[in-house]
């Protein structure tokens, strides 16, 4: 079992930024960030490999985010930049500690998630 602690997230303006973090209870292979606002389908942001710090980004998120690791502190870190009120979303802190890979931003590589985070963009 791995237990995960976000924190972070919160209500800003259009343009403004937030940094959201994860800490696992022990390593992991990949650490990645999902979202998912109401009436839509969960998606993934960003995504972070342990070993050579690998990223993975969805098109919306590449220019404006970035992902980071702290792998001594099991810790992920999504700095995100530029929000926009679409970036509205519930985001979930998902880790897999034993790979099945199907991509970094597919679900289905990740063995764990969290509760996750709210963050909400005003224009």
């Known amino acids: 079992q791995v237990q995960l602690v976000e924190s972070g997230g919160g209500s800003v303006q259009a343009g403004g930024s937030l940094r959201l973090s994860c800490v696992a209870s022990?390593?992991?292979?990949?650490m990645g960030w999902f979202r998912q606002a109401p009436g839509n389908e969960r998606e993934g942001v960003a995504s972070?490999?342990?070993?050579?710090?690998?990223?993975y980004f969805s098109d919306s998120a590449k220019v404006r985010f970035t992902i980071s690791r702290d792998n001594a502190n099991n810790t992920v870190h999504l700095q995100m930049n530029s929000l926009k009120p679409e970036d509205t979303a519930m985001y979930s802190c998902?880790?897999?500690?034993?790979?099945?890979?199907?991509?970094?931003?597919?679900?289905?590589?990740?063995?764990?998630w969290g509760q996750g985070t709210q963050v909400t963009v005003s224009s």
């Open positions: 022990r390593d992991t292979i990949i």
């Open positions: 972070i490999i342990s070993d050579d710090h690998t990223t």
């Open positions: 998902e880790v897999a500690i034993a790979i099945g890979w199907a991509g970094g931003l597919n679900r289905r590589s990740y063995n764990y």
